[in-house]
Each structure stands twice: as structure tokens, then as C-alpha cells.
């Protein structure tokens, strides 16, 4: 199976972040997380996208906060997709990294998730790679019936402690 | 090859998604499009979404503004990915489509493009069927050399222009 | 008397809207609470808002977060009003719940109150309810005398203590 | 059947209050328009609502932009159910409006619909009333399948539009 | 001397409001302070702008929160000057408070501080009142004298802690 | 009489201020009016706050958009009264405009009115300099009668208009 | 002297860009302009920063708008001091460029000019380079001086016009 | 080598301002720092700026936060380049401080970086300095060089993390 490939913007994004790897591990979809800076490290960035696909991975995703360039950085180098995932910083409440992220101009698009939605991250590329991956596709059809029935369960939970 | 499905809200939606019509037509992607609404016709957006799989298509995107929920309401019914375009209305500048597109809760991700962004809604969808389609990810490549050719070419002629 | 449905889409929800279970019951309007999620038991939710009027409800309270579909979702299945409770998320300071809930599309209204404003959705479901209910509504007006009274008590309370 | 009052704070949000005038009539709901100010006519205002259900309206649309306080002017002297229309003006794309009418603090609610979502507020009007009025309950559910199949139309539209 | 009134809209504001009500001690204006709500006791705010002149009052303060509308709301019984203080409160930062207050339709004008600027807006008030007080005017000139003051020394001891 | 003086940023900004101008005008208040930038001409701006007592002016309105320092910048050199008018610009739709004017720190007020909230600005300064000028509250109090009857006139004209 | 380089992600930028290539002209600053997309062109980007410094040139103004990452893949490759003119596109009035370009991590500025602000990127280009240049230090202080004269004729205008 | 001033419009903006002085220091940037209020010291802010270029000052950079006028303040008064630090106050989350310090109109700059910023705006001083300093274009060099460094040691720790 093509990997996913998890680079946040700085080490800070981990906490975060690692929610994404862990949903990914529970998903049985091989991943590496790196710490690339769009800005501190250019070329480790660029070259990680360059051959990202001769690396066997298929979905990038891109964590990074503020002025979030480092989707947008990796999709100028490569035509894989590419997530991306807006971190919630210490100012504007993240307003400043959803747009950064999302706002791409015409040609060059990055997958946004929301505001530290890491988990959906790690579900949206394991979408994509579940297209030529049946197995892959039952387990993620077996995650969501998983997530329904939690659903109600904790509805009939309601119900009792409502009637007590 | 799989089909991408574009579902718009409302048929005002039109001028904005023929651009990501137009463009997977120039990608050779299959697609078919359809005016579902999450609120007029939920049971059509339902039927749409719970049997897209097994009638052929991979991805959908899902075109709508104000409280955009058809992203969701999709997403809730298929595991194949969704890719929201929001579509600017009269008020709130897109902010309000933005936002109810992207902002999804954990489990259930919708891909957001940029508010009006129907062409990159057009091209993730390609990138994502390109994971297991070589000839797709080379007409992908080659339209990425293209986009930079005609900006290296706008370059050139802005110099002449300067020195005109 | 119609009963008043308040559906949350997530458990995490109910600190919130137990204000609004609390002020029903003191209004005497017998109401019921379940979770259900218009992306995670969009089934569950569609049954509830289709079958609700037939069981005895005449409104129904959506509290959701983030992107907020819940009350869009209810109200795509039955012409009940639908009052929308924005539930204030970790980020965006419930701008996105806000939007999100408001902003429908003509034809499908939800009755939208304030971010986190669980007893002013139970006050307006009983409002509702008191058009037919000559009762209730004496027993609205008693409240709302009452809340004038606490007010005043209040600015009488503050008079004595800044003469102190 | 009970009547509903239309107060728009200015003659010139006619031209959107106009929609709510018009979907009432379709619904065969029998309403009233008035021009008052909170703040020019703020007696008018407060006498309107202090006798509005003796006069026989069961619902009070108010419209009105910029810091929007007309809805909770007429929510303060009555217990009837108010819906807020927070009318687009010149500046702030009507988030103003939108957040004068909302956010509202406890015990006295203002169902707010969509900015300039004229026809939503007479719809969630007729709703209201239709709790205790079978006839203009079968009338809403006629409209809402009437609305079902012109998007089902309109897609069939599309359809023949795409092949051509 | 003629009197400023703070009009606040729940005692909870009481923590925000007593900086104006020192600072209007500090500078010897006799200031008066209630808790009436626009919304719970519009009678008693009403009657209390109608009759303000006559008892001898020249400037009201109104400080409210979220659709803070007491400050419109006194405005539209007095010709007074009105300053609209608004409060933070526990969603949206403060811009629905800031926004409700400032934004006021021709005709009736309210003087708006900073969102929680309860300082601001007791030396607004005796700026106004200074208009036609001289002894209040030269209070008004120390106040800034040694608010200037007090800066400049601020700087020498940075001066001497950074030489430290 | 005390004189209003009028201080605009540009004079792009005099259509929005004239407004200001013709309603001191018919309250027969004595103003001036002038473009003094803070930016391009600071010592001008200077020199008129710190004289502006001395030469006879009560109230200074300051009209400025952007980062709209004018009104900080007059504040800081007189304790006249200043009004904050935030004209709208061409881009972020007014709220600049707003903010800079408005979120002033304790110590220097800025009375701030709605963005291009012109006549307000001038109605406001009216009212402060009524505080000591019986004549100009009444003719205050008679605008306002003008503008109640105008309202009312108008919800007049609407019966008609509906009946017709 | 130093050059300036003007670098803009579109040309459909010009219009704005060509205000700050005239504003260098008037000053005497030599600069060049070219088109190169930090996402389409990233190669062509980041060489052009790598080689700007040696290429003769000492400051870059980067023009671009919706998720604006020029500035930041610019200043990725260069510590020259890199200018950010965020562009107002179609949505989100600026919003989007103006934090995408401002909100830089610790470590890697841009110095961000107002939303279309392009003669003062100019003008800030010129005054960095006049920290070891005395003329153009001197033709700055000229420029400034003749706009402060300017608004000075445009008072003694308005003088005339409001005494005619 | 020019000095570098910090303006600091409170002692309270001490805390994020210090980070900025530490970096100067690193960089060995000789700088001073002031506490000078755009509002209550207005003099003592528009002397230093005037006299700042014959002291020996080649940049200022100004903190300021809430209406954050002390840059524009300062850029009146001298051609010298200004940076503009917004503070993050206590409402608003910095939007106002920047939206003040960004905005500025046409002819006099303020060149802003991130809200809180502080380092960014050291460095850049720094690189504007090094514009005519090679020793200390060597040290910004080489701080960035460290600063990739860093990154790629984080990326290494973190492999080793993720497969412990």
C-alpha cells in the first residue's frame, strides 16, 4: 500500500498531530511523520515532495499553523494531494491558518480539514487511498459503523440517566 | 476509470462549477453532475451518496454557500471522499460557506477547497483517482509543466512590457 | 401538550443543553433528549425529525457544534420548526457553530438563538408552543415577571451596597 | 388564525420584507407590515408588541440592520414568539445585523433567520402556527414537496443541458 | 454639577463598571449607578432615560453585553448623550457587544469606548460635562498631566533596569 | 456657542462628511471644517487639538479611515471631547476603520459612532454641547419629534400602499 | 544603488503592482518586476531569491493575494529583507492575503504593508535602502514634505469651497 | 553601526518586547528601548521620532497593542523605516492591534509583522541594518542557517521517537 506522509511545521504540532498517526495506525495504513519547515527548511521540504511518489507515498498531509505556507509549499512540487491541516495558534484562533491553508489560488489545490482536525486528516487520506484498496475501504466503512453505534449507544445512555 | 460526481446545491451554482466540469473534461476524467439539495432533496442526496460507489463513481464534490451542509450531509451517507467547494452567496463574503464546509467534526472530513474554487476542486479530485491511475497522474504533470510555462511565458511578457 | 425534542450532536454537548431541559421542565413542557449526529446516525436523525411530529413532538431543539448541520438536517425532514442551539467548539469562538446554523437556504428555515444560549431555545420552544396553550403562555408571562422582579431586586440590592 | 406582524425598521427594508409579505400570502397566513424604529419610534414599537397578542397576532417578524435592536425591543414587552431578519446594510455584509439580533442574553429569545432570509422568516412564522392548524401544516408540507420536485426538475434540466 | 448615570445591563457587569464609577469619583463628578436590563425591565430603562433630565442627569453611561441594546434602547427615550460601553462576554470575543453598540442608525447616536473601556468611559462623560465646568476641565488636564507623569517615569526605570 | 470642529484625514472623505456639516447646520451649530492628516500632516493635526480650546471649539469630530490614527492622535493633545467617525474604505469593509478608533486604550477616549455614521457624529456633538445650551436640546428634542413623526408618517404611507 | 525587485504571484496583480513602480521611479530607486507563483513557478521563485542578493538587488516586494505564500518561499531563500503587498482578490476582502502574508512563525519576517498597499511597499523599499543612501534619504524627506504641502492645499481648498 | 529603537506604547508590552531585545543582542544589534505612549505621551513619541536619525537610530520598531496608533505616530515624524509590532490584548485577540498598525494609508508605511511577533521584528531591523553591514548580513546568515539546523535535529529526534 502507498504511505502517508505527515509533515508538521514545527515540533510544537505534535500533540496535534500525533492524533492523525494514531488514526492512521488504527486504519493499518503505513505512515512517517517528518518536521519540515516551509520556511527553515526549504529544500528539505521541496525535496521530500519532489520524490515523495518515487518513496511510495500516494497522500501528504501538511500540518502548520500562523501563516500556514507549508501545504502550499509541498503541492508546488509534486501533483500528489495534498492535506492540509490547519494548527490552532496563540492568536486568531486559527482564523489565520484555516485561510492560509484553504485559500489556494487556481491550478495548485491543497485538501483543507478543519481547524485541528487531525483525526480527519488521517481518515481523508486513508479515503483516497482506499479507491484502489478494497480492504482498506471495508475498514474504513467498519470505522464509520463503529462510529454509529457509539453514537447510540451513548443516546440509550442518555435515556437512562435522563429517566433516573 | 472511476466517475466524479459534482453535486451543486442549487442550480445559481452552475456558473461557478462548470469551471471544475471544464476542467475534468480536459483531464479525461469522467463526470457526471446533478442539482441536490441537502434541504429540498435530502432523500435524492442520500440515495445519491449511499449508492455512488457501486454505481462507478470515486470522488464527489460537493458545490453550496450560506450554511453549506451538502458536503456533510453526503459524507454522511459514503466513505468515498468528499471534496467541498464553498460557494460565495450574496452575504458574508463566503465566510459563512467556508466555514460550514470545513469546519467538520471528527470522523466524518470533507476535502474544502477555496470559496469558489471550482477548478482545484476539479483537479484534487483528479489527484486523488491519479493515486492508481498513471496515465491520469502524467495528464496531471503535464498540465502542472503547462501552468508553469504560461506563468514563465507572462513573465517574459511583462519584461518586454517594462521595457517597452 | 406537544412535547419539545432536543437532539445534541454530541454528547460533549449536554453540559449546554441541560439549561435547556432544565428551564422546560420548569415551564412544565415535557420534553426529550437524544444524541444523534447528522454525520455520524444520519439515519437515526432523518427517522427522528421524519417520524417526530406523528410521535407527539410539535418542536425540536438541534444543538451542534463547529459545522453545524444538525438543524439543517432535522429540518430537511419535516416542516415542524426547528429551533438551532449553537454549541461553542474549541476554536473559532462559535463563529463557525453560528454561521453554520443561521445561514439556511430559503425554504428550510432554522429558528436560530445565541452561542450556547440553551435556555433561550427552551424559551422559544415554549413560546411556540403557548400560541395554542393559553397556560403555558401565563406561565411564560409569570417567568418573565419574575425576571424583571430578580432585576430589580438587583439594582435595589446595588443602591445599598454602593451607599455602604 | 392568528395574525402575523411584520416590523421593519426602516421603509427601506421594504424591498426584502417584501419576500416574507408574499410567502405569507401563498401560505394563506393573514399578516400586518408596519414601519417602526426601536429607536426613532421607540413608543410605537413597545405599544405594537404590548398588545399585539390581544390584537390578534400569534408571531412578530422584525427586520432591521446595522446594531439591530428592534427584535429585542419587541421581545422585552411580549411573550409571543419574535423571529429576528437581520437586514444587509452598507457596511459590515450584515454581521452587524446578524449579531444584534442573535446573540441575545438569557430569558429573552429572538429567532433569527439567514441575513436578509426574508422568506425563512415567514416560513418559520407559518410553521409556528401551524402547530395548532392542520390545514396550514398540510399547506407547509406542500410547499416543501412543491420546492422537492422543482431542484428534481431543475436537475432533470441539467441533465439534458450536459448531454446536449 | 450635573450627574452621570451607569445604566449597566446585569449586576454580572458590576466587575467592568466599577472602574468607571472610580474613576468618575476620582475625578469629583456625582455619578449614579443601576442595574436595569433593556430586555427584562424595559419599563424601568425607559422611564429612567424619560426622566434623567429632569433629575438632574447629563450623560448616561449604558454598559451591556453580547446584543447589547440598553445603550439604543436609552437613546431612543432621552436626547441626553449616551456612551455605550461594551462588555466581553464569554463568546465572540466581544465584537457582537462592540457591534451592537456602535453601529446605530442615523438619528440616535451612541458614544461607544473600547469593549470593556469602563475608564474611557467615565472620562468621556466628564469631558462632556467639562464642557461648561472648568474646575472639572483642569481636573480633566491633571488627570492627563500625570498620566503623563507617570509614562515617563515608566521609562526611566526601564532605562535603569535594562542598564542593570 | 461653542464651535464643532470637523477634522477629516482626506478629503476623499468629504462626501461622507458633508453629512456631518449640513446637520450642524440645521441645528444651527457653528463648525469648521478641515483635512488634517495624522500621518502627512502631524504637526497641523497637533497644533489644532492643542489650541482647539482656546479658539473656541467644544467638540472636535475627527472622520479618518484605515488605521484610522486621526482621532488618537487629536485625543492625545486636548481633553476636549473627541468624536471618532471610521469612514469605510476600499478593502475590510469598514472594521479598520473601526477598531482604530474605537479600541482606545484607558486614558484617552474616543467617542466613536457608526462607520460613515455622519450625521450621528454631528447630532453627538450637538448633544454635548446642550448640556449647558437650553436652546440647541430643544431644537435636539424637536428633530427628534420630526424624525418619530416622520417614521410614522411612513408606516402610514405603508398601510395604504398594502391596502391598495 | 541596491535594486528593488517587485515580484508578483499573478500577473493580474499588475494594476496594484505598477503603483509601486512608478512610486520607485519617482524616487530614483532602480528596480526590476517579474511574475513568478510561489506554487505554480516555485523553481523559478526560489532561485530568484537565492541569486537576489549577489544579483545586486537589496530588498524584494512580494505582491500576491488569497493564501499568499510568495512572501514567505521568498524570505525562505534570502535574508534580505522581503516587503509583503497582499493583494485584495475576489473573496474574503483582503483578509485572507493580509494574515496569509503577516503571520509569520518566529524566525523568517515579512514586512507586510496594507491590503493593496502598493505605493508604500514602495516607499518602504526606499526607506530601507536610505539607511546608507543620504539623497535618497533626502528625496524621501522631499516626497514626504511635498505630501504634507499637498494637504495643505487641500484645507485652504476646502476653506474656499466652504466659504463660497 | 545605526541603533535600533523599541517603542513601547506600556511597560505591559515589556513581556513580549523583551524577546525582541534578546534577539537584537544575539545578533549584536545595538539597541535602546523606550516606554513612550502614543496617547499620553504624545510629545515625548513624536521627539524621539524626530530626532531619532541625528541619534544615531537607523529603524524603530513599535509595539503597541488594542487602537495600536503609536507606529503611524512615529512614521509621522521621521522617514525612517518603522516596524510595527502588534500587541495581543485582552479582547479581540489582536485583530484590532494589527488591523491599526497595518493599514496604513498611502505615503507612510509601517512595516507589521505578526501579532506578538517580537523576534521577527528584531530580525528584521536586523536585515534592513545589514543592508550596508556584511558583517552582520554574515550573522543573519548564520542564524538561519542554525535555525534549519535546528529543524532537521527536531526531525531526526523525531524518528527516533516515533520508532522507539
Request: hydrophobic share 50%.
Amino acid at each position: 500500500m502507498k504511505k502517508v506522509a505527515i509533515i508538521m511545521g514545527s515540533d510544537s504540532d505534535l500533540p496535534v498531530v500525533e492524533k492523525a498517526i494514531n488514526k492512521l495506525k488504527a486504519l493499518q495504513v503505513p505512515c512517517e511523520a517528518h518536521v519540515f519547515s516551509a520556511h527553515r527548511t526549504p529544500n528539505a521540504a521541496a525535496d521530500f515532495a519532489k520524490t515523495a511518489k518515487e518513496n511510495g507515498f500516494g497522500v501528504i498531509i501538511s500540518a502548520a499553523g500562523k501563516a500556514a505556507h507549508l501545504g502550499g509549499v509541498l503541492a508546488a512540487y509534486t501533483t500528489l494531494p495534498i492535506i492540509g491541516l490547519p494548527i490552532k495558534s496563540s492568536t486568531m484562533d486559527g482564523l489565520d491558518s484555516l485561510l492560509s491553508t484553504v485559500q489556494m489560488p487556481s491550478g495548485v489545490p491543497v485538501a483543507t480539514v478543519a481547524i485541528d482536525g487531525a483525526e480527519n486528516a488521517a481518515i481523508l487520506a486513508a479515503q483516497m487511498l482506499a479507491l484502489s484498496d478494497d480492504a482498506l475501504a471495508q475498514r474504513l466503512s467498519d470505522m464509520r459503523a463503529a462510529m454509529t453505534a457509539a453514537v447510540l449507544e451513548k443516546d440509550e445512555a442518555l435515556q437512562k440517566k435522563l429517566q433516573a
